[in-house]
């Protein structure tokens, strides 16, 4: 995350820390991509994420990733699906959206603590201009690596129009996507968030409106971050997870 601050415990109760199995022995899984706890089993996270990876665990309720908190929920990946039309081409990714199934017994995997929640679905658009909010463990402007701490950040939806604009992203964005942040650059989200959260108020709750995708670098003028657009894919969702959400 550019421009943003360090999220205080239980900040950004639905964030998940989504990791691959390293050849570290005093790490044995190092963080790959950000995701969303959505119901008790599953967790929403970009396509691009999970091309070609088996071995998967899913952390919860963490704000630093360098040691163990007594707040984690440490769950593994049992089932991974990509959407069907996903597509990644060198200008943009398509459809960028998967699941993750959590494992568990009867239908229980996460625990709801201060710490863990879950992030409702969206029902219908936002307008342009909302405040949202961003967060992950990704780059930073000094942290080249990432950061230990979870940090978060607020950008504002961009209208489609302007975002496909010449000087922007010109025709390669699609209703699959949507842009937040500022079109004079500095918040933004940035490698190592992807998968992550981009939620606004809606209704009265947080729902999670956007998965952070891709982008010209970070925090670049008229370079916003580019979004899974959530509300397209909510039937997706709910066909795939065959949950019922309130
Ligand atoms: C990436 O490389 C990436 N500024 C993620 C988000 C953004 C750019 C790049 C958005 O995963």
Redesign the pocket.
């Known amino acids: 995350i550019f421009g943003g601050l360090k999220v205080p415990p239980g900040g950004v109760p639905w964030q998940a820390s989504v990791q691959v199995r390293s050849k570290n022995s005093n790490q044995p899984f190092r963080h790959i991509c950000g995701g969303v706890l959505i119901s008790s089993c599953w967790i929403l996270t970009a396509g691009?994420c999970i091309e070609g990876i088996r071995d998967m665990q899913v952390v919860l309720g963490a704000q630093a990733l360098d040691y163990d908190e007594p707040t984690q929920q440490i769950l593994r990946v049992e089932d991974i699906i990509v959407h069907e039309n996903f597509r990644e081409t060198p200008s943009a990714v398509y459809n960028d959206i998967a699941l993750l199934r959590l494992s568990g017994n009867n239908g229980v995997c996460a625990t709801e603590t201060q710490f863990v929640k879950t992030a409702c679905l969206p029902n219908g658009e936002l307008p342009d201009g909302t405040e949202c909010q961003i967060s992950g463990w990704?780059m930073t402007e000094t942290a080249q690596f990432g950061s230990s701490n979870l940090l978060r950040a607020d950008v504002l939806l961009i209208n489609q129009e302007k975002c496909s604009e010449p000087i922007v992203y010109g025709s390669v964005l699609d209703n699959s996507m949507l842009c937040a942040?500022y079109l004079q650059g500095g918040v933004?989200?940035?490698?190592?968030?992807?998968g992550g959260p981009l939620t606004c108020v809606q209704n009265g709750s947080k729902v999670i409106y956007g998965v952070?995708?891709?982008?010209?670098?970070?925090?670049k003028k008229n370079?916003?971050?580019?979004y899974t657009r959530i509300p397209q894919f909510v039937d997706w969702i709910k066909s795939k997870t065959r949950a019922v959400f309130p």
């Not at 933004?188 to 992807?194: K, L, T, V």
């Not at 952070?212 to 925090?219: N, Q």
């Not at 370079?223 to 580019?226: L, N, Q």
């Open positions: 691009h990704g942040g933004d989200s940035c490698q190592g968030d992807s952070v995708s891709w982008g010209d670098e970070c925090g370079k916003p971050g580019v």
